[in-house]
């Protein structure tokens, strides 16, 4: 048997190598070893690949599978509404019950009075739409020249030809060569005060942020008040403020939303990722109503801006169901439990390991981080996080490393499901990876 399941493996892979194109994947690397994994099946954390293996998912796949792997309902949810109606337009005034009802539900979660949802597919989409109402705004309102987009050191958000200037990690950012619109500033109020100053608040539309951020390594705001002092000076410079909560929204943070933590209500709020917890591509921006009433008085005939998939009915029954579900099962609180769990695992890590430093979690969110010496906080020159995941890969979990900008960290985030064992066995394949390899 194993003999046939290698045999469909490497037929598999030979396609895999000569017609599909990775996401974020090195050319050479694929065309060298083929696929790694060519999964089949989940269940919680686990995942199961074609030839019968099965790893743990220590990060929800992209930091989005949060209801956990192999959820039923949400099949049946899904095949529910494809059964009465796949799809159907949300252009002009059309519309369904999914999309009002997900639309209201969201309302209902989010701070403040974000109250009216704009739907996509995802992350980008849903940032390159801020960032498009952003500066149709500002120009409804006469302010030609407030166009640019202020994003933070360590951010991501996304790829699109919007999204990925706005990104500050260089390596997603740099190669189009589209940053002129876009400008970047450390985690420091200071710097952000001395960037508004030069660049003149007159040419500045929007600043974004994640409210923790998650691919630029897990990096909490500098200090509590750092978002309520951003807001601030949004307000007094005309500036609107958008949060990127596409990893952290939902409950990832252990609060409904990541903003929930710094006690500030942002005028646009991003998310995709954790709605439907992976188990169909929607996300969306949230606006506030303050902002619904200015566009509506601004804009004469019809805003031109939306996309096939704005709103798509399976998706947004998917949503519902994947939302009803956490909430029911009380997944949310587990967040808060397991990434107690989470924390005491790296506190053990640190105590066990002098390379140990740095460490951080809210919710089921966390990082390590790695270091030559952790006292002088000095790196190895070259960073070990990477053959620590690849050491935890024989031991059967799946680890992100993440090594930008000389960082040598290693980036958790569970599915809510998790267990206070699977935590500890996470931890204690890290140990084990961490001894075999420095
Ligand atoms: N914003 C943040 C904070 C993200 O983490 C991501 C994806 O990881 C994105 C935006 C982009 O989302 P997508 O990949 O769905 O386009």
């Not at 995942?47 to 019968?52: A, T």
């Not at 987009?149 to 699109?160: C, M, T, W």
């Not at 950012?173 to 508004?196: N, W």
């Not at 903003?259 to 606006?287: C, E, H, Q, R």
Request: aromatic letters at 10%.
């Amino acid at each position: 048997e194993t003999e046939s399941l290698q045999k469909q493996y490497e037929e598999l892979a030979e396609l895999d190598k000569k017609h599909f194109f990775h996401p974020s994947t090195s050319f050479k690397q694929q065309q060298a070893d083929g696929p790694g994994f060519i999964f089949t099946e989940g269940k919680g954390i686990y995942l199961k690949d074609i030839r019968g293996r099965e790893v743990i998912d220590s990060l929800s796949s992209l930091w989005n599978v949060n209801i956990g792997h192999g959820r039923e309902e949400l099949a049946v949810a899904a095949m529910e509404q494809m059964k009465k109606l796949a799809y159907s337009s949300t252009f002009a005034t059309n519309s369904h019950e999914p999309v009002i009802r997900l639309a209201a539900k969201i309302a209902e979660m989010t701070p403040g009075d974000l109250n009216y949802t704009f739907f996509t597919c995802g992350g980008s989409e849903s940032n390159d739409t801020a960032f498009k109402t952003a500066r149709y705004y500002w120009k409804m309102k006469g302010y030609e020249k407030k166009t640019k987009i202020i994003s933070r050191g360590k951010s991501y958000h996304g790829v699109s030809l919007g999204a990925s200037p706005a990104t500050e990690l260089f390596p997603f950012r740099d190669f189009p060569g589209l940053s002129q619109e876009h400008l970047y500033v450390d985690s420091s109020i200071d710097a952000l005060k001395e960037l508004i100053e030069r660049e003149g608040a007159e040419t500045i539309a929007a600043i974004i942020s994640e409210p923790v951020q998650g691919s630029g390594g897990v990096n909490l705001p500098p200090s509590e008040d750092f978002f309520k002092e951003v807001r601030e000076i949004c307000d007094q410079n005309d500036i609107l403020f958008i949060a990127d909560e596409v990893i952290n929204g939902f409950y990832r943070t252990g609060t409904t939303f990541g903003i929930d933590n710094f006690g500030v209500v942002p005028d646009m709020l991003v998310f995709a990722k954790g709605v439907t917890s992976g188990y169909a591509p929607l996300g969306g921006v949230v606006f506030t109503d303050r902002l619904k009433e200015e566009l509506t008085e601004l804009t004469e005939g019809n805003f031109y801006h939306g996309y096939t998939y704005s709103g798509h009915n399976t998706a947004c029954a998917v949503a519902l169901k994947n939302l009803e579900l956490i909430e029911q099962e009380k997944l949310n609180e587990n967040v808060n439990q397991m990434g107690a769990e989470l924390l005491k695992g790296f506190k053990y890590l640190e105590q066990t390991h002098d390379e140990i430093g740095n460490i951080r979690q809210i919710g089921l969110l966390g990082a390590i981080e790695i270091f030559k010496d952790r006292d002088t906080k000095t790196t190895f020159e070259e960073p070990l996080a990477p053959k620590v995941v690849e050491e935890a890969l024989k031991h059967n979990m799946i680890g992100r490393a993440i090594i930008y900008e000389g960082q040598d960290t290693i980036a958790f985030a569970p599915p809510f499901c998790i267990t206070k064992d699977e935590v500890e066995k996470m931890i204690s394949i890290i140990d084990t990876s961490l001894t075999a390899v420095k």
